[in-house]
Nanobody, 121 residues
């Protein structure tokens, strides 16, 4: 059974930085993509950043140049370094893992519980 545990959220002033970390436990298949999503009040959950099995990264336009996603395949962690934070980055941030076998097109998907990030002066 795969479980995701997030940490690192909190309150920060505009222009500040936070680092989110997600530790993944349980059995993962050979192809695993990891990512971070966020959901602000009254809005849909959106993809913030993703890092694929071969460490290709992608970002939402709103965070490009400010956020950096990274993964450690030994520790099974995925981190999100967030710099130059803005009030509009305020949201609950969720860790996401999608994993499948090499010869299987079905993705197993897992979510963390979420961690609050608040950017305010």
């Amino acid at each position: 059974h795969v479980q995701l545990a997030e940490s690192g959220g909190g309150l920060v002033q505009p222009g500040g930085s936070l680092r989110l970390s997600c530790e993944v436990s349980g059995r993962l298949f050979s192809i695993t993509n990891m990512g971070w999503y966020r959901q602000a009040p009254g809005k849909q959950r959106e993809l913030v950043a993703e890092i694929t099995n071969d460490e290709t990264t992608s970002y939402a336009d709103s965070v490009k140049g400010r956020f950096t996603i990274s993964r450690d395949n030994v520790k099974n962690t995925v981190d999100l370094q967030m710099n130059n934070l803005r009030p509009e980055d305020t949201a609950v941030y969720y860790c996401n893992v999608k994993t499948r076998g090499r010869f299987n097109n079905y993705w197993n998907e897992y979510w963390g519980q979420g961690t609050q990030v608040t950017v305010s002066s």
